[in-house]
């Protein structure tokens, strides 16, 4: 609804509008020599220009987020399902991306999910890692793009800096910012971060309605898109390996409330 | 024919111009309610009061040094 009444207001034409009058008001003070006219033209013009500038950022509807995201993760599903892992997923920070790497090493600067077969905690060797291997043997599991990779791209890019720059200890404040002020993911957002655990409390996420979908294993295993940016930046800050340790939703995804763990390699 | 303005008053102009936007945009960037609901891009709003500050700042500057 708060859409199609932004779809109404033509803010491009009013600045246009405002632009027009505001140059034929500048032309005519310049032929009558009036100060006034001068001053509504370069106001109007100003204005014009201004509204240009600010006009809203494209806006899309958040159920075809919901529609998006779902995809990735049903794909998951089935390899999971097809594989019968019974494992965890664990979020591997990747090395910052200011140190120098040599080029058959690259692949460890990537984000990734271990999703282990079973429930051991053994990670995958680094050699694995490096040759960016999806199907892993030694210990069993894949690989995979977190799929909050994408939301944590975009949050490094709006504060201009890696998170791995990030202490641990501003990663609350930063995290909120971005969400709640910047991106408007959620109405609320809490991050405490303790010596062994993380816990996060979300009010109305924008991902929330996927958790209706009570059949996808992944979206408990690796956390909605959201949820997967915070793990992300909390492996990326921290430096640590992280896994969700527990997930729940409250009132249908209309509050997440997640523990993250940290695990010692 | 020439522009009706002097450039006193054009440093006038962008004060009062400064002040609105930058209350302005303080007032966007810390509300809360309905005004959270104005879908503008904030931070460019926030770069044009500055803008317009740094521009009166200089414009007095230049009044100070007799150059304008």
């Given at each position: 609804?708060?859409?199609?009444?932004?779809?109404?207001?033509?803010?491009?034409?009013?600045?246009?509008?405002?632009?027009?009058?505001?140059?034929?008001?500048?032309?005519?003070?310049?032929?009558?020599?009036?100060?006034?006219?001068?001053?509504?033209?370069l106001s109007l013009t100003f204005w014009g220009v201004l509204f240009l500038f600010i006009k809203p950022v494209r806006f899309v509807r958040g159920t075809l987020?919901?529609?998006m995201a779902l995809t990735p993760y049903s794909t998951v599903d089935r390899i999971i399902f097809d594989l019968?892992?019974?494992?965890?997923?664990?979020?591997?920070?990747?090395?910052?991306?200011?140190?120098y790497l040599p080029d058959h090493l690259k692949g460890l600067k990537d984000m990734v999910v271990f999703i282990s077969a079973d429930v051991s905690k053994k990670m995958p060797p680094i050699e694995d890692l490096a040759?960016?291997?999806f199907l892993l043997q030694h210990p069993r599991g894949i690989c995979v793009t977190p799929p909050g990779l994408g939301l944590l791209t975009l949050f490094e890019e709006e504060i201009g800096k890696d998170f791995s720059e990030i202490d641990i200890d501003e990663l609350p404040m930063s995290l909120s910012e971005l969400i709640i002020a910047n991106f408007h993911l959620a109405r609320d957002i809490k991050l405490e971060?303790?010596?062994?655990?993380?816990?996060?409390?979300?009010?109305?996420?924008?991902?929330?309605?996927?958790?209706?979908?009570?059949?996808?294993?992944?979206?408990?295993?690796l956390g909605d898109p959201?949820?997967?940016?915070?793990?992300?930046?909390?492996?990326?800050?921290s430096g640590k390996i992280v896994m969700i340790e527990r997930e729940e939703t409250i009132e249908n995804g209309e509050r997440i409330a997640v523990t993250f763990r940290f695990v010692e390699d | 024919m020439r522009f009706?303005?002097?450039?006193?008053?054009?440093?006038?102009?962008?004060?009062?111009?400064?002040?609105?936007?930058?209350?302005?945009?303080?007032?966007?960037?810390?509300?809360?309610?309905?005004?959270?609901?104005?879908?503008?891009?904030?931070?460019?709003?926030?770069?044009?009061?500055?803008?317009?500050?740094?521009?009166f700042t200089f414009s007095v500057i230049l009044h100070a040094l007799d150059i304008i």
């Open positions: 609804m708060e859409l199609l009444k932004f779809r109404k207001v033509p803010s491009e034409k009013i600045s246009l509008f405002l632009l027009g009058i505001g140059a034929l008001s500048l032309i005519e003070s310049i032929i009558v020599e009036s100060p006034v006219i001068a001053f509504i033209g987020l919901d529609f019968n892992y019974k494992g965890k997923a664990f979020y591997i920070p990747p090395y910052p991306k200011e140190v040759k960016r291997r971060i303790l010596p062994k655990k993380a816990r996060l409390s979300v009010e109305k996420p924008l991902y929330g309605s996927l958790y209706k979908n009570r059949e996808l294993k992944s979206l408990r295993m959201l949820v997967s940016a915070v793990a992300c930046a909390i492996a990326k800050s | 009706p303005l002097s450039p006193s008053d054009i440093s006038l102009w962008i004060a009062v111009m400064a002040v609105l936007l930058l209350l302005t945009s303080e007032f966007l960037l810390t509300s809360t309610g309905f005004f959270e609901k104005i879908i503008i891009e904030r931070k460019r709003l926030r770069l044009v009061a500055l803008g317009m500050g740094g521009a």
